[in-house]
């Protein structure tokens, strides 16, 4: 398993070894021994799965307030998404940047969003499924949002039509409306 960080300190690339033969592929999407030997110790408590039917579907841009704050472990495992994080830590030197990977059934990369981060993704193709690890519960009283198409983030999605979104999602606030209480702390 491979762990590369990202321009947006805490946020990973994680490439799960694949050994394969005549018969498929087989994969550790997870180890908590080698997440440690990395340096991260997150203990998971919630598994989640979405599914998406329609090309340019957008969730997102979505957070959980303290203390409810989700770290998530986040793969794609069918179809193709473009799968964005952006930190909105107040103080953080990379505050309101983001950055952006696509995930796939076939490439098998996954992405790790630390607390104090907001995480959307767009899909790419047809009948995509998502699934992913947190480390805290949803608590829909700390759930919060940011408008995925904000200028002050300026997230380039990949494709350039009107998205599909929840209504929660069309009416969420600009990044400077928005209510959190993320603080960076070196």
């Not at 039509?161 to 999602?169: I, M, Q, T, Y």
Request: aromatic letters at 12%; proline letters at 5%; charged letters at 25%.
């Amino acid at each position: 398993m491979k762990l590369t960080e990202t321009v947006l300190p805490g946020v990973f690339i994680v490439e799960p070894a694949v050994f394969g033969d005549h018969r498929g592929w087989f994969m550790e999407t997870f180890s908590d021994a080698k997440f440690k030997e990395q340096g991260i110790d997150i203990t998971f408590v919630q598994d989640n799965q979405s599914y998406s039917a329609v090309k340019g579907t957008l969730r997102g841009l979505h957070y959980q307030l303290d203390p409810k704050a989700q770290t998530k472990l986040v793969r794609c495992t069918s179809g193709v998404i473009f799968d964005v994080a952006v930190d909105i830590r107040k103080g953080s030197p990379t505050y309101s940047k983001w950055f952006g990977i696509e995930l796939s059934a076939e490439n098998k990369k996954q992405l790790l969003i630390p607390k104090g981060f907001a995480h959307g993704f767009m899909t790419l193709t047809e009948d995509v499924e998502v699934q992913y690890k947190c480390d805290e519960l949803y608590a829909p009283e700390c759930d919060g949002g940011i408008l995925w198409n904000d200028p002050a983030i300026g997230v380039e999605w990949p494709i350039h039509v009107a998205p599909v979104l929840s209504g929660k999602d069309e009416q969420a606030p600009l990044l400077a409306d928005a209510h959190f209480n993320f603080v960076y702390e070196g």
